[in-house]
């Protein structure tokens, strides 16, 4: 038995390794990153997180794109919903085809989409909103919040449907009221995954922003690349990055496994 | 089981107009570039199927295509194994299980570029941990920015740190569903190990494999921002795979022509493999 639980544990250390590394790294100055190999930070400094949460390029940067992440995540449930729950219960002309062209979308690489969005949301005025942003992620996220979904309204008897009609109740509120209610699980876990594949996507997010709507990813390459190499500064900024995911992981804990399988075991 | 309903068209009319929007005017936009040849002042000539025959006939093209190809194989002959081998070890119940799970999740859920960004820091000589270790205790002559071997290393291990925990996950869910009374049976009648794993383990987890290969799939042949963080493909061209080689011609060189030709060559191999993986992974539950 203690043999077995080795793998996960030096699984575990390989994975943990390079994110200790970004963490020790952002507490350290400038001076004794570039001066030679520490394993633990020797003059222990805040002032990397200092001027990220003084500087208002810095900040910004996290709010917006926390900003067009949840109206990315809100606004794909909503609309997979309806066409999950037809997915799931109706057969209707085309269905299949029309699943299996929303699945393709999740199969098309964001580079061929960068340049083709940036004319499309240019050409509409809404070049360098939060919208552009989380219209432009829905392209992925709504395909994959459809397929998490009919998968867990499958496992729901339609007879709980039927009961309700017979029960006097009208589709909406049968929708709300008692639908909802019964795949709670499938939509965070939906939504979680709405979050994650627009918080870690950052080509069509950096693409799509110029000032406004500018993502904390394009505020941390232009300090790559503009000022010198400041890479504790780098490194705070990539660790704060990690805490928004890892608090909503948190949430969606008991339900990881299955929800990463799509409801589908 | 499932009733004949037209109606329900209304509850996919959203969807399909957002992902009709999405996809649609910038796939017509593509293939509009793709037939045209343009010298600016927006005045576009008709170029018909040149632009394909000179990208299909490409040295670039064809090189960065082998490039991509031999990436996605080694991505998925390590971690489908990997991924099983950790899913199987895990514990099935307990305090533990939880705290594995989010710490195995957790670098699914880190910004692209700040993956890239970390390894850099994290293998660069003389200042990164792996870097360090290489050079300094180890010996071995390491170096991402010079040789192209360790560039390639090093985009191949931060995929696998990237993503081998989406394989677990899903193996691991498969394994979960398993009733106790299989293994006993199995138990029961002497079974070794290995045939637990294929007669009973490997069955339960095939759908979820299903999904996690094609995903992997995907996922890695489409791969940009980590690549091009860390390496930005070089040394030279060493690691440009074809999404780093598509933006270099379509926002580098601003090729629009050559470059929307390209994307729609892709988009075809994605959609290809892809099904071609589908129909053979399903096909003995057709039968």
């Known amino acids: 038995m203690k043999k077995r639980s080795l793998i996960p544990i030096l699984y575990i250390a390989f994975l943990m390794l390079p994110i200790y590394w970004l963490v020790a790294m952002s507490f350290k100055t400038t001076n004794e990153i570039l001066s030679g190999f520490s394993l633990f930070p020797q003059t222990f400094t805040l002032e990397n997180y200092v001027t990220i949460f003084t500087d208002p390029t810095w900040y910004w940067g996290y709010i917006n794109s926390i900003i067009y992440v949840t109206m990315n995540t809100v606004l794909s449930v909503c609309v997979a919903l309806p066409a999950a729950y037809a997915f799931s219960r109706y057969r209707f002309l085309g269905d299949k085809q029309l699943f299996f062209w929303l699945l393709t979308n999740r199969m098309a690489p964001a580079a061929v989409f960068a340049l083709p969005f940036f004319q499309l949301y240019s050409s509409i005025h809404l070049f360098d909103t939060y919208l552009a942003v989380a219209l432009a992620h829905t392209l992925f996220n709504v395909p994959l919040a459809v397929w998490i979904l009919e998968g867990f309204m499958r496992g729901i008897p339609k007879e709980l449907d039927e009961t309700a009609y017979v029960d006097g109740y009208s589709f909406p509120r049968f929708f709300v009221t008692i639908f909802l209610p019964n795949i709670k699980a499938g939509v965070g876990v939906a939504a979680f995954f709405c979050f994650m594949f627009s918080w870690v996507e950052m080509l069509l997010a950096k693409t799509l922003t110029a000032v406004e709507a500018k993502p904390i990813a394009a505020v941390m390459t232009r300090t790559a690349s503009s000022a010198g190499y400041e890479l504790g500064l780098l490194a705070a900024a990539g660790t704060l990055t990690i805490i928004p995911g890892a608090i909503v992981i948190w949430f969606v804990r008991n339900y990881i496994a299955r929800g990463f399988a799509m409801g589908r075991v | ?198 007669y009973i383990q490997l069955p339960k987890m095939k759908t979820v494999l299903t999904i996690a290969i094609l995903l992997r799939f995907m996922d890695s042949f489409n791969i940009y921002t980590e690549p091009f963080v860390l390496t930005g493909g070089g040394p030279g061209n060493s690691t440009t795979l074809l999404s780093i080689d598509l933006v270099k011609i379509a926002l580098g060189q601003f090729d629009l022509g050559p470059a929307a030709a390209m994307s729609l060559i892709y988009f075809a191999i994605t959609l290809l493999v892809s099904w071609v993986f589908y129909t053979l992974m399903t096909k003995d539950d057709a039968q």
């Not at chain 2, 009709?20 to 936009?29: E, G, K």
């Not at chain 2, 199987?88 to 910004?111: D, E, N, Q, T, Y």
């Not at chain 2, 931060?158 to 989406?166: A, G, I, K, N, P």
């Open chain 2, 1 to 198: 089981m499932r009733t004949e309903n037209q109606k329900a068209w209304f509850f996919v009319l959203p969807v399909l107009a957002l992902v009709a929007f999405n996809a649609l005017v910038p796939m017509m936009t593509v293939v509009n570039y793709s037939v045209q040849e343009t010298f600016g002042n927006n005045q576009f000539f008709w170029e018909g199927l040149g632009w394909f025959e000179q990208i299909l006939r490409s040295d670039r093209f064809q090189a960065a295509l082998g490039r991509q190809f031999l990436f996605t194989f080694l991505i998925l002959i390590i971690e489908v194994p990997l991924g099983i081998i950790v899913a199987l070890s895990m514990p099935r119940k307990g305090f533990w299980v939880p705290v594995c799970l989010v710490l195995m999740a957790l670098p699914m859920l880190i910004p692209w570029n700040v993956v890239g960004s970390m390894w850099n820091i994290f293998t660069l000589p003389k200042i990164g941990l792996m870097g360090y270790f290489l050079n300094d205790v180890l010996g071995i002559n390491y170096d991402m920015t010079q040789q192209p071997l360790s560039a390639w290393i090093t985009v191949i291990v931060m995929d696998v740190w990237h993503w081998t925990s989406l394989v677990v996950l899903l193996c691991y869910a498969g394994l979960v569903s398993i009733p106790d009374a299989y293994y006993q049976a199995a138990k029961i009648d002497g079974a070794s190990p290995w045939s637990v794993f294929r």
